[in-house]
């Protein structure tokens, strides 16, 4: 039976499937005349080698291409194509692409030209070596003078490039098959893309200390060229490397096991209206925290914080008061004029957290920080204006710049910072990978501020704000587009699936508390005016956050699964008795065999078909 394609995604409009490349042992897709999910016999070795072009805001050209070819047979593929970027002011750029492989051989030629000239963050190759099996695996660089080093991938998320100056980056995919990977055309560097929760390590062209935008000359001709060079000295005739692909996915218990995050919802002071109006709802989730919103540089202030406490006085769960402090005045002045501004709306949260507006702006390598008063003068006068209140801080933007920015923590009571998978991609498989990447980052977290009270959110899948450019990216087509701040993934089962999935893997990370989504808005739980869905409906992802909530509190427990990128699932001891709660974060339906777990009313190794991004809550016996 075929799924409604809005069901799953909120909007009909599928994604192109990938044209499957082979070449002996070695299998490629071909998704938009980049590749991705590089093979060999069996084995990811690149997560993808993709020519790629960047604007000014660090937004992606969606190149049209025209003149694709595509020859293969059983030990050769060729494609050829060109693709066209259109920018500002009639400006273009034209890029010739060759593709060539052979077994254990892999060529990526690109010629790039522009008869008007052409300004760009970035123009030309970016690598992705996948991180599970690969994070702490020693590594050989090749740098541009010739000189090599042995190394590691590192294991904690890096927060400056961990590899300069490169020519090549060579690894071991398996026991005796090693990958080497050569740039040529430009200098080459890495960065560790967990930072933004990308489930990869990132080489690209053009070192970020260069300067940006930059411009390309009229007639000017960029060329560059990856090879992927596999060495196979294994000696044994068969080599089992991969699952059946018929074989159900199995599920057994672990040995990991906590007690499940409360579970919030974010406010800002634009959707309080519509949240006061949908408060019922809002009873029926029953969030443990309300996280409230305010900003003065966006225009918020005592009339918006009233509105923000209409909202909190009808929430019968705690509430912290989110802070972008702008930092124009002394943070003294600014903190007792937000305290003003409480006390005039009557509104007492639990909590403050705080961070200066500055630091929602990334500072890349390279780049001056920008002026902002110590951190430890903030939280003092934090403590000074709220002295009844817990104080938080961190960043109001992503795990990138908390990294980048430690913040100091003795004047803290708990950590935070958000996340975001369309930062740098927007397809299906990248939003739906940068799940692996979590418990790096909760794990880097507890790496740097240890046993610290440590909350999450607001992470949704639509961008709330671009710390890499001067604005997140407008969407009104409904498209699958990098840094937008609407996606339409977020109407469908799709984010379901992604918002169980995140749960699931960051369990391990003692949160006190995780933010996935508001009420309303479009990042909300009910579908507003103006949407594809009808005013009030409640989104997929109501559920999960719904049963989430109900589940704060409760002993979780471990549940291994032999495909974690396919099927993710966990057991739970609470009110509701044990559970185990599974999830496929595929678009394809899944058989999942349950392996040791006991299911209530059944036999154990029960058999489950989930369909695609779909979850399934069973009881099981004590």
Not at 109 to 130: D, K, M, Q, W, Y
Not at 152 to 167: H, S
Not at 292 to 306: I, L, N, Q, R, Y
Not at 467 to 494: K, L, Q, V, W
Request: negative net charge; hydrophobic residues 40%.
């Amino acid at each position: 039976m075929t799924v409604d394609p809005f069901l799953l995604y909120g909007t009909r409009v599928v994604e192109t499937p990938p044209v499957l490349l082979s070449a002996g042992k070695l299998e490629v897709d071909l998704v938009n005349g980049n590749l991705r999910t590089i093979r060999y016999d069996g084995t990811e070795v690149l997560r993808a080698i993709s020519y790629l072009v960047r604007d000014r805001d660090w937004g992606t050209y969606s190149a049209e291409i025209a003149d694709l070819k595509i020859a293969q047979n059983g030990d050769l593929f060729e494609v050829s194509y060109r693709a066209r970027c259109n920018g500002p002011a009639h400006t273009s750029l034209v890029i010739a692409v060759r593709i060539l492989g052979r077994s254990g051989h892999l060529d990526f030629e690109a010629e790039a030209v522009s008869e008007t000239g052409f300004e760009t963050n970035r123009c030309g190759f970016c690598i992705l070596h996948p991180i599970v099996g690969v994070a702490g695996a020693q590594a050989t660089v090749e740098h541009v003078n010739g000189m090599t080093a042995a190394t590691l991938f590192p294991d904690f998320i890096e927060p400056w490039q961990p590899f300069k100056d490169m020519r090549a980056l060579t690894h071991e995919v398996i026991p005796d098959v090693t990958a080497e990977c050569r740039m040529e055309g430009d200098t080459f560097e890495m960065e560790d893309q967990r930072n933004w929760s990308d489930a990869s390590y990132k080489t690209y062209v053009r070192p970020l200390a260069l300067p940006w935008p930059y411009q390309i000359g009229p007639n000017t001709p960029v060329r560059q060229k990856v090879s992927l060079i596999i060495r196979d000295d294994r000696t044994d005739i068969f080599h089992p490397t991969v699952e059946t692909s018929g074989d159900p996915i199995r599920l057994e218990p672990g040995k990991r096991s906590g007690k499940m995050p409360e579970i919030g919802l974010v406010v800002t002071p634009e959707e309080a209206n519509t949240t006061l109006s949908a408060i019922a709802v809002l009873s029926e989730i029953a969030p443990q925290e309300l996280l409230f919103h305010f900003d003065a540089e966006a225009g918020h202030g005592v009339d918006d914080m009233k509105r923000l406490a209409a909202v909190a006085a009808k929430h019968t769960g705690r509430a912290t008061l989110e802070i972008a402090l702008p930092c124009k005045a002394s943070p003294a002045q600014e903190t007792a004029q937000i305290a003003r501004y409480l006390r005039a709306a009557s509104f007492k949260p639990d909590a403050i957290m705080i961070s200066p507006s500055v630091d929602r702006q990334s500072t890349p390598p390279g780049s001056e920080w920008p002026d902002c008063p110590p951190l430890e003068e903030i939280y003092a006068a934090a403590h000074s204006a709220f002295p009844s209140m817990r104080i938080g801080g961190g960043m109001l933007s992503y795990f990138t710049e908390l990294n980048r920015k430690r913040v100091p923590d003795g004047q803290l009571g708990f950590i935070s910072h958000c996340t975001n998978p369309i930062v740098h991609a927007a397809d299906d498989l990248s939003v739906m990978q940068t799940l692996e990447a979590l418990p790096f980052i909760t794990r880097s977290v507890r790496a740097i501020y240890g046993e610290m009270p440590y909350r999450i959110g607001p992470s949704t899948i639509p961008m709330r704000q671009n710390p890499y450019g001067s604005r997140t990216m407008e969407n009104p087509s409904g498209g699958r587009i990098p840094m937008a701040n609407r996606d339409p993934r977020h109407n469908g089962r799709f984010a379901e699936a992604f918002a169980l999935g995140y749960a699931i893997r960051v369990l391990d990370a003692n949160l006190e508390c995780l933010t996935l989504s508001a009420l309303t808005g479009p990042f909300g739980l009910i579908a507003g005016p103006g949407e594809p869905s009808k005013e009030g409906d409640r989104r997929p992802l109501f559920s999960t956050v719904r049963i989430l909530a109900a589940l704060a509190g409760a002993a979780w427990r471990e549940c291994i699964s032999s495909s974690p990128s396919k099927i993710l699932a966990f057991a739970t001891t609470g009110a509701a008795g044990s559970q185990l709660h599974v999830v496929n974060l595929t678009s394809q339906k899944q058989e999942v065999d349950c392996g040791r777990f006991r299911i209530a009313s059944t036999h154990p190794g029960v058999g489950l078909a989930l369909p695609p991004f779909g979850t399934a809550l069973l009881p099981l016996l004590d």
